[in-house]
């Protein structure tokens, strides 16, 4: 489900905030063309932030911390989340929607913060459908506008803490400004190597498989390639998880007592384990995560074997 924060105006890139503030999580897109401002891109803010990072790169390795129970050489590379839950989480405290979105936020970031202390390196986040669109004209400006805001805010902690944004999905459709600022942020974050934060926006399942399949189409019509040379390899290079390094989630994690996928990552997920959570995503902390995780770890994966 969506997220996104709400803070007082400041510049669009920052000096990093401490290390006590919490985590904005926001997108990049990897292949939308968008002027770039040069406040994300440019070689004076890539500078800036430079001795910083180093200096974040010679910390000790945060996942020596592993709580007990939970082995380094087992624990999955890439999760993904469905972050189900905020506008029931919020109705059952008599609370505005908006009030559910915000307290997910908190609990996203704790979760991305608890990835970088363990070692996980790719945390994918099922943040707004493509379904999403149907709801209240009110309720998904709000959202844009929370999108908007918290990129505009906390650029800076990805430096400090090195983690590279990305974004997946359809983003023609969102307003002309976040698009600018996603693309920016891409840029700014693309040589951040620690953690790889992948938000999916205006994303489904389907749409992933299906422009895939138009971008090879096109290759074929144009000579590129024969049909006879489509392949598995060919079709996960088109596909939006061709920005990292790990494409397939290890373990996906659905909150809410939902047991499907919502039509997220579906060619992705194809030996994915899956953990489903009682817990609404409000709710969702390091216990949970932590069970999901253990739980991962005393599977076999055989992957079809």
Not at 98 to 117: D, M, P
Not at 143 to 148: C, D, G, V
Not at 175 to 187: G, I, R
Not at 197 to 218: E, F, K, P, T
């Amino acid at each position: 489900m969506p997220f996104s924060l709400h803070f007082s105006p400041t510049p669009l890139i920052t000096a990093p905030s401490p290390l006590s503030k919490p985590f904005f999580l926001v997108p990049y897109y990897h292949t939308l063309h968008a002027p770039k401002s040069p406040l994300c891109s440019s070689r004076e803010h890539a500078l800036t932030h430079q001795g910083k990072q180093e200096a974040f790169d010679r910390r000790p390795e945060d996942s020596q911390t592993l709580p007990l129970g939970l082995r380094k050489d087992a624990m999955p590379s890439h999760v993904a989340v469905i972050m189900d839950g905020n506008r029931r989480w919020a109705r059952l405290r008599d609370l505005p929607v908006r009030s559910g979105y915000e307290a997910g936020v908190e609990s996203l970031r704790k979760i991305v913060e608890i990835c970088c202390k363990w070692g996980i390196k790719v945390l994918s986040v099922f943040a707004f459908s493509s379904d999403n669109w149907f709801r209240p004209k009110v309720e998904v400006e709000f959202l844009m506008s929370l999108f908007e805001r918290g990129m505009q805010e906390d650029t800076g902690i990805f430096f400090r803490e090195n983690i590279r944004i990305s974004v997946i999905g359809d983003l023609t459709k969102l307003p002309k400004a976040l698009q600018e600022l996603m693309v920016n942020l891409e840029e700014a974050t693309k040589n951040n190597a620690r953690f790889q934060l992948i938000v999916a926006v205006s994303y489904s399942g389907h749409y992933d498989v299906v422009q895939a399949c138009q971008r090879l189409a096109l290759k074929a019509k144009c000579g590129l390639i024969e049909p006879s040379d489509i392949n598995v390899s060919l079709m996960e290079q088109e596909l939006e998880t061709n920005c990292t390094e790990f494409p397939h989630p290890d373990l996906l994690i659905r909150t809410s007592g939902e047991f499907r996928i919502s039509n997220f990552m579906l060619w992705q997920l194809a030996y994915t384990e899956l953990f489903f959570a009682q817990s609404l995503w409000p709710d969702f902390g390091e216990a949970e995560f932590l069970k999901a995780l253990l739980a991962f770890q005393q599977r076999q994966r055989r992957y079809g074997v």
